[in-house]
């Protein structure tokens, strides 16, 4: 049975990547939706208790979306999208812009809903459990399912060892050594070797490639079963770029991965597999039309419109 469930308004905003309208016969009645706290947010005493309870090293985890439909207002932007996204492995989300691939990512972990007026319909489980459900808080969510953007944001404020542990801090959870912490994380990062005698410093006095990886060592250090990812690589150069996407193939190995990107190139290079979204028409919502292997994607795909994006036909 679909469930759908309205946002409740926060601090969070993203415009819509399609556009569409939804018959108001065809929008079912949302239930009273009772929010649960936010990640930067005052917690309460049992999401304390949860976050506490997470795991001490990160094990990849199942992620599955069935029939996911977005709505901002009366705009659908997403429909019935349906994608597994298989442990331990990267699921590369592509197609042209305006095609709800940002605001399917952001379902992932509960952040379409913080946008006031946005809706979901559909399940998105991790592991079997239903992250919109009262068995997962938001709380529980975003620490299992963390979220690099698109532009680097480390906190202005802090040091480098201090964007690292920020998390923690934020989601209520204690660790026994944090400068060990600190550097397993950076490590992970693939960015250790670059600041360790530099934990000290702002954050904000790295470049900007290095400081898209501490977000990722700040992501990781809260040891999330999955990572999101949004065109993480898209205002970095070359060499930065390559340098993420080494370091994305080597945390798949123990974080399920999920990235945004409207490369091809980088596509073909990080993934194992691909959905392809798209919009038929201006006022259509964005649709998953084709998702498989990744050579089998650009390689062989089943759909002619998905053959004729990946080799540069449009888009």
Known sequence: MTTMYPSSAGAVTAGADATGSVPATSQPTPPPFTWQGELHGEDSTEQVALARAAPSASTSARLDATDVTCWFGKRKVLERCTLSMEPGQVTALIGPSGCGKSTFLRALNRMHELVPSAAIAGQIALDGVDIYSEAMSPTEVRSRIG??????????????????????????????????????????????????????????????????????????????????????????DPISTRVIERTIRELCEEITIVIVTHNMQQAQRVSDNCAFFLVESLREPGRIVEAGPTKQIFSNPSDPRTYDYVTGQFG
Do not use: T, Y
């Open 147 to 236: 979220m690099v953007f698109q532009k680097p944001n480390p906190f202005p404020s802090m040091s480098i060892a201090d964007n690292v542990l920020a998390g923690l801090a934020l989601s209520g959870i204690s660790h026994p050594d944090p400068d060990a912490l600190v550097e397993q994380c950076l490590s992970r990062a693939g960015l250790w070797a670059e600041v360790a005698d530099r934990l000290n410093e702002g954050g904000m006095s790295l470049s900007g490639g290095q400081q898209q990886r501490l977000c990722i060592a700040r992501a990781l250090a809260v040891c999330p079963d999955v990572l999101l990812m949004d065109e993480p690589c898209s205002a970095l």
